[in-house]
């Protein structure tokens, strides 16, 4: 953890959230297609999915209510994904970010987004860990007690993007920094 604090058992710094696919809902404009349970094989793992096409750009939001001891910074994000075809061609996968606070409207837009692109390794339904993005800026102007929406999105216009059929995200990792001990 680069530049943390251990006091006691509590360490500042670096932390992450697991947003699960299913805890995605696809944009009502340019949406991705909606949850699907893929079954690998009978009483083996199943996946949740959202399948975002090779055509056009598509999106799916979550949103999340951070700790007060979040230092209200820029976060990143790392994608875990799947594809559904046997290749190494590559994905791009982006987030975007927008605060909003209480007696504040909602009808606000995201900020610039930023990406992590990665390529499949061969085989369809092998997990695939992309490489954790850029800095995020939030738009918005994050307080604490904010809710931060987040729209994910396949980037099928960024160089890296050339894989021809659906790009299945399962989840990402959500990387923010605190600096406070707790909530108080």
């Known amino acids: 953890v ?3 604090t251990n006091v006691g058992n509590v360490v500042n710094g670096k932390q992450t959230i697991w947003i699960p696919a299913n805890a995605m809902t696809p944009t009502e404009s340019n949406g991705c297609a ?3 349970t893929v079954e690998t094989t009978a009483g083996r793992p199943d996946m949740q999915v959202l ?7 598509e999106h799916a939001q ?11 910074g820029t976060v990143t994000f790392q994608p875990f994904w799947t594809t559904t075809a046997t290749d190494t061609d590559g994905v791009a996968w982006a987030l ?4 909003v606070s209480d007696n504040e409207t909602i009808d606000v837009a995201y900020g610039t987004g930023n990406d992590s692109s990665d390529v499949a390794q061969g085989a369809a339904e092998e997990l695939l860990v992309g490489p954790e993005s ?5 738009a918005g102007s994050p307080a604490d007690n904010d809710i931060c ?7 099928v216009s960024q160089g890296g993007d050339n894989m021809a059929e659906d790009a299945r995200l399962i989840g990402i990792k959500l990387f923010f920094t605190t600096d406070a001990l707790n909530d108080d």
């Open 2 to 4: 680069t530049d943390a």
């Open 134 to 138: 850029g800095a995020i800026t939030i």
């Open 149 to 155: 929406y987040f729209r994910m999105y396949r980037d």
């Open 62 to 72: 979550f949103s999340v209510a951070f700790p007060k001891s979040w230092d209200l």
């Open 34 to 36: 909606a949850i699907a």
């Open 96 to 99: 975007q970010g927008v605060a």
């Open 51 to 57: 399948d975002f096409d090779a055509s056009s750009d």
